[in-house]
């Protein structure tokens, strides 16, 4: 008998389709693509239909809202601003804090195990399938909502409030300078679902363990009197994408928080393999 | 793991570098003798000062002179942070404010320029400050507005002054208090009424609250400022006054390194001062090394730039007293303050723009933007009454921005409006715009005023005064032959974007500024049907960022890096191989498991089991089986003892374990997925190569057309017939089974165990684990017994019943364990 290999055990690709059948990833799509069919139903039908858009800075906050019907673009930038906050980061949440959790509430991840799947290749694997569906989810919310709005509003340039207006080109580049800024900056919360996953077999608990850390950390950013300690929060940067709309990219917070948030997802991640290289399975 | 760990330590360390604040020092209070109480009274004034001393002396010496109504202990913050960088600072109190005796003379030559010169020579006998040449101190004065002026009159008048620092102030005193927007017009312009007023009220106060005429003003100011204020006129006596206290007099002998900072929120001492200081100087002495700031705050409020700005008078002093290698001041940076978005709360955020070459006001190039607009018929009226705000002296914070559209349109007939068409591309406009404009009164009148100012109108009609800026405009004579003049506009730094427009606004009033009282009709018209926008196209954005940031991004890709190699790739480990046992399908040797709990599920227990033979695991529940098949399958790891499966040892994931099929306490299904999609991606998943034997298992599980269904609608039985289906696929060399029959009905467990049987005659091996003594009984050839996670019997079925009465291993298995019966059924 010549050496076997566990080389190929679970590749990307049947993982992949392990998650694609089911039916939150479904789900997932359908939330990403109502996502802007419901708020250019609102904008055209609503009852502020006639307001004549405005944006800047209305009241001296940023007013993207305003500008959301300038255009595709402007359209995809509101989206994207919407949906940063809370649905993008239910599903990364949901993409990675829920993927081994779930294997042991089916009790599938023995059976993995047994196959043999490497302990290591698994997260692995299981990790690569939960960021690319998560990087899918942004790119599809984005390219959904620029069609959405290049057909409601016109394939006007992109407007922002300080820079004036972009170029088709230089609007495609800005836009994936702010979803790459964007995924990064969910690792956070990708690294803490996904460090969940592995140390408990309820999927809802990792998953909402990751969503309430990372609402409490916003909450947290929120309260001035915290003063500089602020700084240190690991959501302290997810808004530095906006630096992409200057004239000239201010890539100083977006550097600052792409580190903070790499060495956060990396710290989470070596965790869970630590963990999860010792775990007697039992589920 | 063990680099890993290492690893994770070392990134949690850089996480934690911090740089303790050093303890400042307390100063050292002072009373130095100053200048001459006044031409009359030789006595000198005594000085309230505060010298603040660095870790290394002798150091050269820093004074910082304090703004207009304050005192030496105005600049604690910066003192200690010019300490911290290596100076000797010295602040004071300039006569007549805080606990200084003597009189208010404006920052006159004679009194508080020598006042400070004074304080160079009280610097030059102190052995912590670093000496030129004896009596003369390396030193450096800066400071803002009143001291502002003090550092460029002094290093006018005092060539022991290495550098100096200077920051929102006048060139002319007469110019800034009488603003005149007319270009090259020698005329006096319009009377600063509250700016001057509020200046001036400061030092009116007596120090023990007392009122007196004059305050602390020395008498030759006291009736200069009587008499404009009553007149808004200038008498030469004066003129002379205020022109001998203004840097113009002395910026030709300034030679040393001069950084020249003024805001764009300052309608007191507006840019323009700034601009004719940094000129002047320039031009006199074109080796000078001068820097030009325009930020973004002023007397008017503005943004908050501080800290910035004090860090670059620093490093001002660091390179030219101290001549360390810190980079400088450009030669020209401008602030546009609502240039960028905030990335922290999404509100107008200020860039930066630096050049190599000073532009001066009007640029380095122009545009020529067109302008439309009637002449228009407008009223000064009568009591000078309402007038348009702009800003509120004195008060502090351009309140143009807050009122919108009432800034300028709220008084009918007071204003003229041109406006250009919106912009087609976006432009920043760095400087002061002009346009040409004509002038008519329909009676001759002889002191009329106007306020210019340009609007920025957005595409949604709203407007706004940049820095609620606006140029005075004085006519001595004004009557109904037009008078064509060119207006300097005030200087600021905008960003302009497509779609925009621009709007000059030329109104009658202004409540900062004197106005006549009877009420007048004038005419307004453009020239030139154009405004020319001034711009700095070579101007670069400072990225805030510095190159820490940077090398901050380092870090993640050096963890990524780590994650990527170390943590996340497929390892195998390659445990040598005990080839004595690579026929022996399992072998286990002094197996122990102890939970965390303390509880002991497996102690000691060795066995072999053969090839070629249904093993039966036998046992009451708890007695270890589970256990004992789970470390078999590497799923947990014992807490001694090992095990061989083929001579190759088992670990998580071991390699060998792809020769065995296993079936633990219960199956476990992807429940969206039909039974064959499981099985199928199961062996899809588990990598091995060759046939999986899918449809010869399908036929074991025996489940029809429900193989296509999805698993969650299976019954028990079926989900454990598919497991055993699962469990044979690839037909496995080794077959591990607990508790097969659970969920099974009798003709089932019938056609399993001859499953089991024909699978064991292929000269496989199949282990079964149960609790049903009779069904062991039936289909196994060996048993191994266990009880309490302890090994108690070992052997062939046919010897341990053998001499046994009854004859049945129920009986044998009671026998073996004796009274020590405490487990459920059996």
Same mark, same amino acid.
């Given at each position: 008998?010549?050496?076997?290999?566990?080389?190929?055990?679970?590749?990307?690709?049947?993982?992949?389709?392990?998650?694609?059948?089911?039916?939150?990833?479904?789900?997932?799509?359908?939330?990403?693509?109502?996502?802007?069919?419901?708020?250019?139903?609102?904008?055209?039908?609503?009852?502020?239909?006639?307001?004549?858009?405005g944006?800047?800075?209305?009241?001296?906050d940023?007013?993207?809202?305003?500008?959301?019907?300038?255009?595709?673009?402007n359209?995809?930038?509101?989206?994207?601003?919407?949906?940063?906050?809370?649905?993008?980061?239910?599903?990364?949440?949901?993409?990675?804090?829920?993927?081994?959790?779930?294997?042991a509430?089916?009790?599938?991840?023995?059976?993995?195990?047994?196959?043999?799947?490497?302990?290591?290749?698994?997260?692995?694997?299981?990790?690569?399938v939960?960021?690319?569906?998560?990087?899918?989810?942004?790119?599809?919310?984005?390219?959904?909502?620029?069609?959405?709005?290049?057909?409601?509003?016109?394939?006007?340039?992109?407007?922002?409030?300080?820079?004036?207006?972009?170029?088709?080109?230089?609007?495609?580049?800005?836009m994936?300078?702010?979803?790459?800024?964007?995924?990064?900056?969910?690792?956070?919360?990708?690294?803490?679902?996904?460090?969940?996953?592995?140390?408990?077999?309820?999927?809802?608990?990792?998953?909402?363990?990751?969503?309430?850390?990372?609402?409490?950390?916003?909450?947290?950013g929120?309260?001035?009197?915290?003063?500089?300690?602020?700084?240190?929060?690991?959501?302290?940067?997810?808004?530095?994408?906006?630096?992409?709309?200057?004239?000239?990219i201010?890539?100083?917070?977006?550097?600052?928080?792409?580190?903070?948030?790499i060495?956060?997802?990396?710290?989470?991640?070596?965790?869970?393999?630590?963990?999860?290289?010792?775990?007697?399975?039992?589920? | 793991?063990?680099?890993?760990?290492?690893?994770?330590?070392?990134?949690?360390?850089?996480?934690?570098?911090?740089?303790?604040?050093?303890?400042?020092?307390?100063p050292?209070?002072?009373?130095?003798?100053?200048?001459?109480?006044?031409?009359?009274?030789?006595?000198?004034?005594?000085?309230?000062?505060?010298?603040?001393?660095?870790?290394?002396?002798?150091?050269?010496?820093?004074?910082?002179?304090?703004?207009?109504g304050?005192?030496?202990?105005?600049?604690?913050?910066?003192?200690?942070?010019?300490?911290?960088?290596?100076f000797?600072?010295?602040?004071?109190?300039?006569?007549?404010?805080?606990?200084?005796t003597?009189?208010?003379?404006?920052?006159s030559?004679?009194?508080?320029?020598?006042?400070?010169?004074?304080?160079?020579?009280?610097?030059?006998?102190?052995?912590?400050?670093?000496?030129?040449?004896?009596?003369?101190?390396?030193?450096?004065?800066?400071?803002?507005?009143?001291?502002?002026?003090?550092?460029?009159?002094?290093?006018?008048?005092?060539?022991?002054?290495?550098?100096?620092?200077?920051?929102?102030?006048?060139?002319?005193?007469?110019t800034?208090l009488?603003?005149?927007?007319?270009?090259?017009?020698?005329?006096?312009g319009?009377?600063?009424?509250?700016?001057?007023?509020?200046?001036?009220?400061?030092?009116?106060?007596?120090?023990?609250?007392?009122?007196?005429?004059?305050?602390?003003?020395?008498?030759?100011?006291?009736?200069?400022?009587?008499?404009?204020?009553?007149?808004?006129?200038?008498?030469?006596?004066?003129?002379?006054?205020?022109?001998?206290?203004?840097?113009?007099?002395?910026?030709? %002998? !300034?030679t040393? /390194? +001069?950084?020249? *900072?003024?805001?764009?929120?300052? &309608? #007191?001492?507006?840019?323009?001062?700034?601009? @004719?200081?940094?000129?002047?100087?320039?031009?006199?002495?074109?080796?000078?090394?001068?820097?030009v700031?325009?930020?973004?705050?002023?007397?008017?409020?503005?943004?908050?730039?501080?800290?910035?700005?004090?860090?670059?008078?620093?490093?001002?002093?660091?390179?030219?007293?101290?001549?360390?290698?810190?980079?400088?001041?450009?030669?020209?940076?401008?602030?546009?303050?609502?240039?960028?978005?905030?990335?922290?709360?999404?509100?107008?955020?200020?860039?930066?723009?630096?050049?190599?070459?000073?532009?001066?006001?009007?640029?380095?190039?122009?545009?020529?933007?067109?302008?439309?607009?009637?002449?228009? %018929? !407008?009223?000064? /009226? +009568?009591?000078? *009454?309402?007038?348009?705000?702009? &800003? #509120?002296?004195?008060?502090?914070?351009?309140? @143009?921005?807050?009122?919108?559209?009432?800034?300028?349109?709220?008084?009918?007939?007071?204003?003229?409006?041109?406006?250009?068409?919106?912009?087609?591309?976006?432009?920043?406009?760095?400087?002061?715009?002009?346009?040409?404009?004509?002038?008519?009164?329909?009676?001759?009148?002889?002191?009329?005023?106007?306020?210019a100012?340009?609007?920025?109108?957005?595409?949604?009609?709203?407007?706004?005064?940049?820095?609620?800026?606006?140029?005075?405009?004085?006519f001595?004579?004004?009557?109904?032959?037009?008078?064509?003049?060119?207006?300097?506009?005030?200087?600021?730094?905008?960003?302009?974007?497509?779609?925009?427009?621009?709007r000059l606004?030329v109104?009658?009033?202004?409540?900062?500024?004197r106005?006549?009282?009877?009420?007048?009709?004038y005419?307004?018209?453009?020239?030139?049907?154009?405004?020319?926008?001034?711009?700095?196209?070579?101007?670069?954005?400072?990225?805030?960022?510095?190159?820490?940031?940077?090398?901050?991004?380092?870090?993640?890709?050096?963890?990524?890096?780590?994650?990527?190699?170390?943590?996340?790739?497929?390892?195998?480990?390659?445990?040598?191989?005990d080839?004595?046992?690579?026929?022996?399908?399992?072998?286990?040797?002094?197996?122990?498991?102890?939970?965390?709990?303390?509880?002991?599920?497996?102690?000691?227990?060795?066995?072999?089991?053969?090839p070629?033979?249904?093993?039966?695991?036998?046992?009451?529940?708890?007695?270890?089986?589970?256990?004992?098949?789970?470390?078999?399958?590497?799923?947990?790891?014992?807490?001694?003892?090992?095990?061989?499966?083929?001579?190759?040892?088992?670990?998580?994931?071991?390699?060998?374990?792809?020769?065995?099929?296993?079936?633990?306490?219960?199956?476990?299904?992807?429940?969206?997925?039909?039974?064959?999609?499981n099985?199928?991606?199961?062996?899809?998943?588990?990598?091995?190569?060759?046939?999986?034997?899918?449809?010869?298992?399908?036929?074991?599980?025996?489940?029809?057309?429900?193989?296509?269904?999805?698993?969650?609608?299976?019954?028990?039985?079926?989900?454990?017939?598919?497991g055993?289906?699962?469990?044979?696929?690839?037909?496995?060399?080794?077959?591990?089974?607990?508790?097969?029959?659970?969920?099974?009905?009798?003709?089932?467990?019938?056609?399993?165990?001859?499953?089991?049987?024909?699978?064991?005659?292929?000269?496989?091996?199949?282990?079964?684990?149960?609790?049903?003594?009779?069904?062991?009984?039936?289909?196994?050839?060996?048993?191994?017994?266990?009880?309490?996670?302890?090994?108690?019997?070992?052997?062939?079925?046919?010897?341990?019943?053998?001499?046994?009465?009854?004859?049945?291993?129920?009986?044998?298995?009671l026998?073996?364990?004796?009274?020590?019966?405490?487990?459920?059924?059996?």
């Amino acid at each position: 008998m010549t050496q076997i290999s566990t080389r190929s055990a679970l590749p990307v690709r049947i993982e992949m389709i392990r998650q694609l059948k089911r039916r939150r990833t479904l789900i997932a799509l359908i939330l990403v693509i109502a996502l802007p069919l419901i708020v250019v139903a609102a904008v055209k039908f609503g009852p502020s239909a006639n307001n004549d858009g405005g944006g800047g800075f209305g009241d001296g906050d940023l007013d993207l809202v305003g500008l959301a019907t300038a255009g595709g673009w402007n359209f995809a930038l509101t989206m994207i601003f919407f949906a940063s906050g809370f649905l993008l980061l239910i599903l990364v949440a949901m993409f990675t804090g829920d993927t081994v959790a779930s294997e042991a509430s089916w009790s599938t991840l023995r059976y993995l195990l047994m196959a043999p799947v490497p302990r290591r290749k698994l997260l692995r694997s299981k990790l690569i399938v939960g960021l690319i569906l998560s990087i899918a989810s942004i790119v599809i919310l984005v390219g959904f909502s620029y069609l959405v709005g290049l057909i409601a509003f016109g394939s006007e340039p992109l407007t922002t409030p300080t820079a004036g207006t972009f170029s088709n080109s230089e609007a495609m580049y800005r836009m994936t300078v702010i979803g790459v800024y964007i995924f990064i900056s969910l690792l956070f919360a990708a690294g803490i679902a996904f460090l969940m996953s592995v140390l408990t077999d309820v999927p809802l608990g990792a998953v909402g363990t990751a969503v309430v850390v990372v609402i409490v950390s916003n909450i947290l950013g929120a309260i001035d009197a915290l003063g500089g300690l602020r700084e240190w929060l690991p959501t302290f940067y997810s808004n530095a994408w906006i630096g992409a709309l200057n004239k000239d990219i201010e890539w100083g917070d977006m550097l600052r928080g792409t580190s903070y948030s790499i060495i956060a997802f990396t710290l989470l991640i070596g965790f869970a393999v630590y963990k999860f290289d010792r775990k007697d399975i039992t589920s | 793991m063990r680099s890993a760990g290492a690893a994770l330590v070392l990134l949690l360390s850089t996480l934690l570098i911090t740089s303790p604040a050093a303890q400042a020092a307390e100063p050292e209070e002072l009373r130095i003798p100053g200048a001459p109480y006044s031409a009359t009274d030789l006595n000198s004034v005594s000085l309230d000062a505060n010298l603040y001393l660095p870790e290394q002396i002798p150091a050269p010496a820093v004074v910082i002179a304090h703004g207009f109504g304050g005192d030496k202990n105005g600049a604690g913050t910066q003192a200690e942070k010019l300490t911290e960088a290596g100076f000797v600072v010295l602040t004071y109190s300039a006569r007549g404010f805080g606990e200084s005796t003597g009189l208010i003379s404006v920052n006159s030559p004679e009194f508080e320029v020598a006042d400070a010169r004074a304080l160079i020579d009280f610097l030059s006998t102190r052995s912590e400050v670093a000496l030129d040449s004896d009596g003369d101190p390396r030193v450096g004065f800066t400071g803002g507005s009143y001291g502002g002026a003090l550092s460029l009159m002094v290093a006018g008048y005092d060539n022991r002054v290495d550098a100096l620092a200077s920051d929102i102030t006048w060139n002319d005193l007469e110019t800034s208090l009488f603003g005149q927007s007319v270009s090259g017009s020698d005329q006096l312009g319009a009377y600063k009424d509250l700016w001057t007023g509020f200046f001036f009220s400061v030092g009116l106060t007596n120090p023990d609250g007392s009122v007196t005429e004059c305050g602390r003003f020395s008498p030759d100011w006291c009736k200069a400022y009587t008499e404009s204020a009553t007149t808004a006129t200038v008498s030469p006596e004066s003129a002379a006054l205020m022109r001998a206290s203004s840097p113009i007099t002395v910026t030709d %002998k !300034i030679t040393v /390194p +001069a950084l020249i *900072s003024g805001g764009q929120a300052d &309608s #007191l001492f507006p840019l323009a001062q700034t601009n @004719a200081n940094a000129e002047q100087i320039k031009t006199a002495n074109p080796e000078t090394p001068v820097s030009v700031l325009w930020h973004g705050m002023g007397h008017d409020g503005g943004i908050n730039e501080r800290e910035r700005l004090e860090s670059l008078i620093t490093r001002w002093f660091q390179k030219y007293l101290l001549n360390s290698d810190v980079p400088v001041a450009l030669p020209f940076e401008v602030t546009i303050p609502s240039g960028a978005i905030s990335t922290q709360n999404t509100r107008p955020d200020a860039v930066v723009l630096t050049g190599n070459s000073y532009p001066g006001l009007f640029g380095n190039e122009t545009e020529s933007v067109p302008m439309a607009g009637p002449p228009q %018929k !407008i009223l000064s /009226p +009568a009591g000078a *009454s309402p007038a348009t705000i702009t &800003s #509120l002296p004195g008060i502090g914070g351009a309140i @143009a921005g807050n009122l919108g559209s009432f800034v300028g349109s709220a008084f009918p007939g007071q204003s003229a409006f041109f406006q250009t068409a919106p912009l087609t591309a976006s432009t920043q406009v760095i400087g002061s715009s002009r346009v040409q404009l004509s002038f008519s009164s329909a009676l001759p009148v002889t002191d009329a005023v106007f306020f210019a100012s340009l609007q920025v109108v957005a595409a949604n009609g709203r407007g706004s005064i940049p820095q609620g800026l606006v140029a005075p405009i004085r006519f001595d004579q004004l009557g109904p032959t037009p008078t064509i003049v060119t207006v300097d506009l005030p200087t600021v730094a905008v960003a302009a974007n497509a779609g925009d427009s621009f709007r000059l606004v030329v109104s009658t009033t202004d409540m900062a500024y004197r106005m006549p009282f009877d009420q007048r009709i004038y005419t307004v018209g453009l020239v030139n049907p154009s405004v020319e926008l001034p711009l700095v196209p070579t101007l670069t954005q400072v990225q805030q960022s510095s190159n820490a940031v940077w090398l901050l991004a380092i870090i993640p890709v050096v963890a990524l890096v780590w994650l990527i190699l170390f943590v996340l790739r497929p390892r195998e480990s390659r445990a040598p191989l005990d080839t004595a046992e690579v026929d022996i399908p399992v072998v286990i040797s002094g197996l122990s498991k102890t939970y965390k709990g303390g509880y002991q599920a497996v102690s000691d227990v060795s066995f072999e089991v053969p090839p070629g033979v249904v093993l039966g695991l036998l046992g009451p529940n708890g007695a270890g089986k589970t256990t004992t098949m789970r470390m078999l399958m590497g799923l947990i790891a014992p807490t001694e003892g090992n095990i061989h499966v083929f001579g190759r040892p088992i670990y998580f994931g071991a390699p060998v374990l792809a020769r065995v099929g296993a079936l633990v306490e219960g199956a476990g299904f992807l429940p969206h997925l039909s039974g064959r999609e499981n099985l199928d991606l199961y062996w899809r998943a588990s990598g091995r190569a060759g046939d999986s034997y899918l449809e010869e298992v399908l036929e074991i599980a025996d489940l029809g057309s429900a193989i296509d269904r999805k698993v969650k609608a299976y019954s028990q039985g079926m989900r454990q017939r598919l497991g055993i289906a699962q469990a044979m696929l690839g037909k496995p060399d080794l077959l591990v089974l607990d508790e097969p029959t659970n969920g099974l009905d009798p003709p089932q467990i019938k056609a399993m165990r001859d499953v089991m049987k024909n699978y064991a005659a292929t000269g496989r091996t199949v282990i079964v684990s149960s609790h049903m003594l009779s069904e062991v009984e039936q289909t196994c050839s060996q048993v191994v017994v266990m009880h309490r996670g302890q090994l108690i019997a070992v052997g062939e079925v046919a010897d341990l019943l053998a001499g046994k009465t009854g004859g049945r291993l129920e009986d044998v298995f009671l026998d073996m364990i004796g009274d020590d019966l405490t487990v459920g059924k059996y």
